[in-house]
């Protein structure tokens, strides 16, 4: 019995030193070794107990001193209860909370921290301060553009595609949409004209964008068309097919929920028509060729259109080989079907299915018709 309390024990030890926050806490007895007379660089928090903003900072900042502890005789991240220690508050000008500072780690006069306050903008800001990468539990990078004022303006009418959710750190809903927006991102990686975004309306860097915008409530979500400043504010559901089918309506995508393409991805309306004519015709393919040609012309004005020239060459299989189809879209769904594909890849395979798809329902209608005359 006692060697299980002591093991009990043991364990709650270790699990206690784990959970341990390897921030630095400082006073007025430790301050200026840590901070000013180490020739250690510093991030210093001045917090309140109270404040809400702190509440909410606390475990990202939390697991950014985690990712920098590896470093820790090179780089300090520190806090200070300035409501507590008001001296030390005073002495360094701060009015608010919270109030993040950079330190040189040899004089007493600092940098104020004005980015953002999620945790891949502090590690970028250390990085970029000290050279030093942060170590942990490596994440995917978000597809999420964050935007600050400078940043926004360069996407913002331009030739992207912009959804933009101005958030606040502290917002219950911001943090129920988190999720989902990573997701939507994800699920329009691969599309160069679209932009998935948010705005920290109370990042430093960002607070002019979010009051030239008229934001007064979060989340609130704005779209801007490519080659357009002016928003059109999104009102539909938060469900990650809401969000696509918005957007594919709105920039002409062709996505679906997790991110492939949907059955209209990579097909051309007039190309379409162009095939149903000729097999509506009762036209075979080899007779139907340059009209397909002359279509596919015409479509590839639009650079959208890249797949025009698979119509003609799928035509030109067609007029001699009529099995083509079939067995073309079998051998391209066996592709599909192993996985392990790279994004681009996949697209490009699930086009070209759609496509196939859309030769072999003309042939069925056609069929039809003919049975119907009989």
């Not at 509440?55 to 005789?73: I, R």
């Not at 160069?192 to 964008?209: G, M």
């Not at 995508?253 to 190309?271: K, P, S």
């Amino acid at each position: 019995m006692a060697r299980l309390s002591y093991l009990l024990v043991s364990a709650l030890s270790v699990l206690g030193a784990a959970a341990a926050s390897a921030v630095k806490d400082l006073d007025g007895s430790n301050f200026d070794s840590i901070v000013l007379n180490s020739g250690k660089p510093a991030l210093v928090e001045f917090f309140a107990p109270w404040c809400g903003h702190c509440k909410n900072l606390a475990p990202v900042y939390d697991e950014l001193a985690s990712t920098f502890a590896f470093a820790e005789n090179k780089v300090t991240v520190a806090k200070v209860d300035a409501d507590n220690h008001k001296d030390l508050g005073k002495r360094f000008g701060v009015q608010g909370f919270p109030t993040l500072k950079w330190f040189d780690g040899k004089s007493d006069k600092p940098e104020d921290y004005s980015s953002g306050r999620d945790l891949e903008s502090l590690q970028s800001f250390i990085t970029d301060k000290t050279g030093i990468k942060p170590k942990g539990a490596k994440k995917a990078p978000s597809k999420v553009e964050m935007l600050s004022d400078s940043k926004f303006k360069q996407q913002v009418g331009s030739d992207k595609n912009v959804l933009v959710a101005f958030t606040a750190p502290w917002c219950g809903h911001c943090k129920n949409l988190a999720p989902t927006w990573e997701t939507l991102a994800e699920d329009f990686a691969s599309e160069p004209s679209v932009v998935i975004a948010k705005v920290d309306a109370e990042s430093p860097d960002a607070k002019q964008t979010a009051q030239d915008q008229g934001v007064s409530s979060y989340p609130t979500i704005k779209y801007f068309p490519a080659g357009s400043t002016e928003a059109e504010k999104y009102e539909g559901g938060r469900t990650e097919k809401d969000f696509i089918a918005f957007i594919n309506e709105k920039a002409g995508t062709h996505r679906a929920v997790g991110g492939g393409l949907d059955a209209t991805g990579g097909t051309i309306a007039a190309m379409d028509t162009v095939v149903d004519k000729i097999l509506a015709s009762g036209e075979d393919f080899a007779s139907g060729v340059e009209d397909v040609k002359k279509a596919a012309k015409s479509a590839s004005a639009d650079a959208s259109n890249k797949f025009a020239d698979y119509y003609v060459k799928v035509t030109e299989k067609m007029g001699t080989n009529k099995g083509y189809v079939e067995k073309e879209l079998k051998r391209l769904q066996g592709l599909l079907a192993k996985g392990g594909l790279a994004p681009e890849k996949q697209d490009d395979l699930t086009s070209r299915s759609n496509i196939l798809r859309k030769f072999i329902a003309a042939k069925d209608e056609a069929a039809d018709a003919v049975k119907e005359e009989l």
